[in-house]
Structures are given as C-alpha cells and as structure tokens.
C-alpha cells in the first residue's frame, strides 16, 4: 500500500509566485483533508472533502488559497499569490468514511522568500 | 467542537511507563478520542482510538472516565524512539459534516537513556 502521496517534498519559491501542492490519497478513502503546521500555530486544519465535495473551509486563511478535489484520486492545494507567512508543512490527510482514523503523507515543506 | 488541553511538555526515562493525559470537557455524544503521535519531518500517525473505559492495542493503552471528560494515554516502557509530540482529538468517528478533526498543541514527551 502506497499511502498519501504528496508532491513537491519541498518547494522554494519567491513572494508572488504560484504555489500547487497536490495530493494522492489512499485508494478508497473517502475523507481527504489538508492541514498545515508551523513553529507559532501548530496543525490546522485548512479544508476538508467527502466523497470529493469541500465540506468545510473555514480553515482556509484568505481568498489566495483554494483547494479542488476533481476526482476520488487527486486534489490540489493552490496558494495565488504566496507570500513569506505562508512558509509551513502542508500535509494530506486521507481516511474511510467510518474508519475514523486519518493517514497523513510525508508533507510539502514550503519556503516562500 | 470539543478543545482539548494536554500538558506542554513531558520527561520520562527509558524502561518507565508514561501517562499523557488530555482534557476535553465539552466532549459531545457522537464524539471518539484518538490520540496520534508526530515524529519531527514526519506527519502525524495514529496511535489508539476510543470511546469510553479502555482500550489496548500493541503499543498503547487509552483509558477514558465514564464521564468522559478526559482521558489518559498510556505509553509502557518507554524507548527512546518514542520521543515525539503526541495529539489528542475528539471528533465524530463517521465523516460526515460535522468531522472536523481538529489538533490541539500536543504534548512533546522527551525519553532519556
């Protein structure tokens, strides 16, 4: 079994840029969740999706970030444009409806200058 | 949402058992406890999961009160390896648009030899 699967590991990037991070959940979860963590404000969870549909993105800290799930097998995190404090680990959380316990990927360490 | 309030920080030496416990006093009906545990560069990995009174797996015992407004992990004998942050979460165990699995600061439990 594969896991999460994130992409970049790592990005470095300039002030104004495009970020994407995408996602690969496990096969068969229907939950998937994107998080991000920082020394100063720990995990937080950004959005979260069921069966592909966003239910919730309260999380998401200002219009620049948005996230798609197009399908059961991929999502996307975009950050448009980035800026330095949106330097974190942003990391993919997928579980099965039911199961209750989250699988994470090893996470995309961003480094916005 | 339920918060819940964990020590900062722990010390314990190799060999000891180590007790983590977690607060949650507005913890609802519907809602689990699931602890995970975060190694540095690493996302976090779930550990145990609960509901009420107790439960063991391989590696760690979780004991919940009856009122459930707390609840305490287990970790018996120690190694160094088990130096990490450890999470815990009260949430519902079925997705759904209310599974907002929220991490709270965690607790870095630091072994030494």
């Known amino acids: 079994d594969a896991g999460v699967i994130q992409s970049p590991r790592h990005e470095v990037t300039e002030m104004g840029q495009e970020v994407t991070l995408r996602c690969k959940p496990i096969?068969?979860?229907?939950?998937l969740f994107w998080y991000r963590q920082t020394m100063m404000r720990g995990l937080e969870l950004l959005i979260y999706?069921?069966?592909?549909?966003?239910?919730?993105d309260s999380g998401m800290p200002e219009d620049r970030f948005s996230a798609k799930m197009p399908n059961a097998s991929f999502s996307t995190l975009k950050i448009q444009p980035s800026e330095p404090r949106d330097s974190a680990v942003y990391f993919c959380?997928?579980?099965?409806?039911?199961?209750?316990?989250?699988?994470f990927g090893e996470g995309s360490r961003l480094t916005v200058l | 949402l339920a918060k819940t309030t964990q020590p900062i920080s722990m010390d314990s030496y190799e060999g000891q058992e180590v007790n983590i416990t977690c607060s949650h006093n507005?913890?609802?009906?519907?809602?689990?406890i699931t602890w995970y545990q975060q190694f540095p560069s690493q996302g976090p990995r779930f550990i145990i999961q609960?509901?009420?009174t107790k439960v063991t797996n391989e590696v760690a015992s979780l004991f919940i009160p009856a009122d459930r407004k707390s609840s305490t992990l287990s970790l018996p004998r120690v190694s160094l390896s088990d130096t990490a942050v450890y999470y815990c979460?009260?949430?519902?165990?079925?997705?759904?648009?209310?599974?907002?699995?929220?991490f709270g600061t965690g607790t870095l439990l630091a072994v030494q030899p």
């Open positions: 959380a997928s579980s099965a409806q039911g199961a209750g316990e989250l699988f």
């Open positions: 096969s068969g979860h229907n939950s």
């Open positions: 999706f069921n069966n592909n549909v966003p239910i919730d």
């Open positions: 507005n913890i609802a009906t519907n809602d689990y």
């Open positions: 609960g509901y009420k």
């Open positions: 979460l009260v949430g519902e165990r079925y997705g759904g648009a209310t599974n907002k699995l929220i």
